[in-house]
């Protein structure tokens, strides 16, 4: 059974950081990529950021790209998202995702496994 925990999500001012974690469990992750989607109220689910098996290739929704960085540690079975700058736009359901299949990465049908997410607010 595998397993994908969301965590560090709350409620921030515009301008702060959070950090946001994903632990799996019930398999490895390291041979495959891993992603960050985000669902605000009302809207579709869209890609954030992703990041390949070994952590050396990474890529950013244009709307994220020099505020978030994506990251990894194999050996924890976690992937994480440091977010800096946070918007009033950036608030959103956060959901992390194995990538299995090949193709693009901000593709979500290339993502079996999903989290349950984890609720980001920023307040303006």
């Known amino acids: 059974q595998v397993q994908l925990v969301e965590s560090g999500g709350g409620l921030v001012q515009a301008g702060g950081s959070l950090r946001l974690s994903c632990t799996g469990s019930g398999r490895t992750f390291s041979g495959y990529g891993m992603g960050w989607f985000r669902q605000a109220l009302g809207k579709e689910r869209e890609f954030v950021a992703a990041?390949?098996?070994?952590?050396?290739?990474?890529y950013y929704a244009d709307s994220v790209k020099g505020r978030f960085t994506i990251s990894r540690d194999n050996a924890q079975n976690t992937v994480y998202l440091q977010m800096n700058s946070l918007k009033p736009e950036d608030t959103a359901v956060y959901y992390c995702?194995?990538?299995?299949?090949?193709?693009?990465?901000?593709?979500?049908?290339?993502?079996?496994?999903w989290g349950q997410g984890t609720q980001v607010t920023v307040s303006s």
């Open positions: 990041i390949s098996w070994a952590g050396g290739t990474t």
């Open positions: 995702a194995v990538r299995v299949y090949s193709g693009s990465y901000s593709n979500q049908n290339n993502y079996p496994y």
